[in-house]
């Protein structure tokens, strides 16, 4: 499989448990990003690696929430003490260097298929 | 902060029918607006702009960016039931240097096409 990879596709959850979510990247790829899409509203980002080094954290990430990317290939997304509002889809995307091909730009994400979190 | 809004929210229209969708953004440092189709999964990408007034087509649907009114609309013609989904529209941030920057998300525009 060359795409992105998500683990677990879903996560049920009790208020309070701490949860962990894994993104594989497509392996090339020096970027990876995790965004937070709730019902009914576009995915927001959240936080992005360039290798190993996290490069930008949004002000919806709280203390609760800590992401990695130990070794510039995979990375985790922690929430500790869950609650009910941290329900959502979490979207993992890679990226690598841009390229253009006879002037115009290429895409250069890739979306992994999400984790949906329910906390009950 | 960067903001991205899409019109209308929802759109209920009848197979055959055109629809344009629209993106209107506010952005710091501008580099790419993107189009995406979400069906319940991760967001596809339909298309991405970086110039003014340059039209990009892709069978019944295209799409053109204004850098100087700060939008963009999508068409979709022939409308059928198999485009039902969300359009989400989104901005990217310019990160410098060579690689692709954060997005930034419009709330998305629910299209609802019957038979």
């Known amino acids: 499989d060359t795409g992105v990879s998500q683990d677990p596709r879903h996560k049920i959850t009790k208020r309070g448990q701490n949860v962990t979510f894994r993104c594989d990247p497509i392996?090339?790829?020096?970027?990876l990003y995790w965004y937070r899409q709730t019902l009914g509203q576009g995915p927001e980002f959240l936080t992005y690696?360039?290798?190993?080094?996290?490069?930008?954290k949004s002000r919806l990430l709280s203390d609760r929430f800590s992401a990695e990317r130990p070794k510039g290939s995979f990375s985790t997304l922690e929430i500790q003490r869950t609650e009910q509002g941290d329900s959502a889809m979490y979207l993992c995307?890679?990226?690598?260097?841009?390229?253009?091909?006879?002037?115009?730009?290429?895409?250069?994400?890739?979306f992994g298929s999400g984790t949906r979190l329910t906390v009950v | 902060e960067d903001k991205v809004v899409q019109s209308p929210l929802s759109l209920v229209v009848h197979e055959g029918d055109t629809v344009t969708l629209n993106c209107s953004y506010e952005v710091t440092n501008f580099r790419s607006l993107l189009w995406y189709k979400q069906e319940k999964k991760a967001p596809t990408f339909l298309f991405m702009l970086t110039s003014s007034g340059i039209e990009k087509k892709s069978g019944r649907l295209s799409s053109i960016l204004d850098k100087k009114e700060l939008f963009s609309i999508l068409n979709i013609t022939a409308t059928q039931t198999g485009d039902s989904a969300i359009y989400l529209c989104?901005?990217?941030?310019?990160?410098?240097?060579?690689?692709?920057?954060?997005?930034?998300f419009g709330q998305g525009t629910i299209l609802t096409v019957h038979p």
């Open positions: 995307a890679s990226s690598w260097a841009r390229e253009e091909t006879g002037g115009s730009l290429n895409y250069g994400y890739t």
């Open positions: 690696f360039q290798n190993e080094a996290q490069l930008e």
């Open positions: 392996s090339e790829h020096n970027r």
């Open positions: 989104a901005v990217e941030d310019d990160a410098g240097g060579t690689s692709y920057g954060k997005l930034t």
